[in-house]
């Protein structure tokens, strides 16, 4: 289990102890997330990746505006299925590295960009290898560095047979992008892996002793990337007021995927809420609380995926701006319903956070 939720288990969970009535077991809320959002969510997010490996080769070896279309389309698919998934930040995404090498930000002080542009100023031979980029700087080799290469200085060469460099560095990122999800996908589909582990816990498990911290985990998601989403990706760029906002600052604005990347973060948190049916071990008068989180979540995604169009655009635009700052509401009512009101009929300790440091 993370260090960050330990402070969590000061209090006892047990969820059936809880609700007697109802018979549900940690085990068996653990195992619907399981097979009914992670394994999914990973299986998505890889065949988004091997569809994006595909376009990038197709754009290399016919390079054409609409190969390059059809490329920055897979891009953004597949920036749509990670920022799904990624709100399983922990187990085998945490392994190798990979969830730095799949997505390196915040990249506060350009070290990334400044990693990828010298790679395409010196073609260097051996980054356009995915084996070898696999070895290199995290900030080299996963959907920022892509992005930079589809959208930043120069990517119209793409287009033209001006810069075969540029693209076949582009394909070995998007080869280690696949690489990293198929492994991850896999990691969690072993019947004696991770997912084992996170379901099925007991004295002898060395990451889950029982369904309290087993729960916890889970628990630990929702209220985390409520979090990260309002107070890391949203606020990152989105000021106090208007003349404190940092368009630069969100992630990824050159492509105009930011937006739809908090969707499809609420969207996933919400995905994992519904598959886990945690809400069904709500006491009978707290059952109100789970169909009014579904409602939020449903809610944010929509007020998201309603601001289109580049970031600084938006926030110059008083009605779109006005929308990104009725979405971090949205988050904030969300993290107080599920981090202090569902966790207090639960018996969890009420607003735990990675955030707030070890």
């Keep these: 289990m993370s260090k960050r939720l330990a402070a969590a288990l000061a209090l006892p969970l047990l969820l059936a102890a809880a609700l007697p009535a109802s018979a549900v077991k940690a085990s068996d809320v653990i195992g619907r997330a399981i097979d009914g959002f992670v394994r999914p969510a990973y299986a998505n997010l890889d065949g988004h990746a091997q569809s994006l490996t595909k376009a990038m080769h197709q754009l290399c070896e016919a390079p054409s505006e609409q190969n390059l279309e059809a490329a920055r389309s897979a891009f953004s ?47 260097d031979p051996s980054s356009t290898d995915p084996a070898q980029l696999a070895g290199k700087s995290v900030a080299m080799q996963g959907l920022g560095a892509l992005e930079y290469v589809l959208y930043g200085d120069g990517a119209e060469t793409l287009a033209k047979k001006d810069d075969p460099y540029r693209c076949a560095y582009g394909a070995a990122v998007a080869g280690n992008i696949k690489s990293i999800a198929g492994e991850v996908r896999d990691a969690w589909q072993k019947p004696d892996g991770f997912a084992s582990l996170w379901a099925n816990p007991g004295p002898q498990n060395p990451l889950y002793r029982d369904g309290t911290e087993a729960v916890t985990e889970l628990v630990g998601v929702f209220i985390n990337e409520l979090d990260m989403i309002r107070d890391v990706r949203l606020k990152g760029f989105l000021g106090a007021k208007a003349d404190a906002d940092k368009p630069k600052q969100a992630i990824y604005w050159r492509s105009q995927n930011t937006t739809a990347s908090l969707a499809a973060n609420l969207s996933g948190i919400d995905q994992l809420f519904q598959a886990s049916e945690l809400g069904d071990a709500l006491p009978a008068n707290a059952q109100w609380m789970a169909q009014s989180i579904h409602i939020q979540f449903t809610n944010g995604v929509a007020t998201a995926r309603s601001v289109t169009g580049p970031v600084d655009k938006a926030l110059a635009d008083p009605a779109l701006r006005d929308k990104l700052e009725h979405f971090a509401l949205i988050t904030s009512s969300l993290s107080t319903l599920i981090g202090t009101r569902m966790t207090a009929e639960f018996g969890l300790t009420a607003g735990f956070s990675s955030l707030d440091g070890d």
């Design 77 to 123: 698919g597949t920036v749509e299925a990670w920022s799904v998934a990624e709100v399983i930040g922990f187990g085998p995404v945490k392994e190798n590295n990979r969830l730095e090498r799949m997505l390196y930000w915040p990249d506060r002080k350009s070290i990334g960009l400044r990693q990828v542009q010298a790679t395409l100023a010196s073609k």
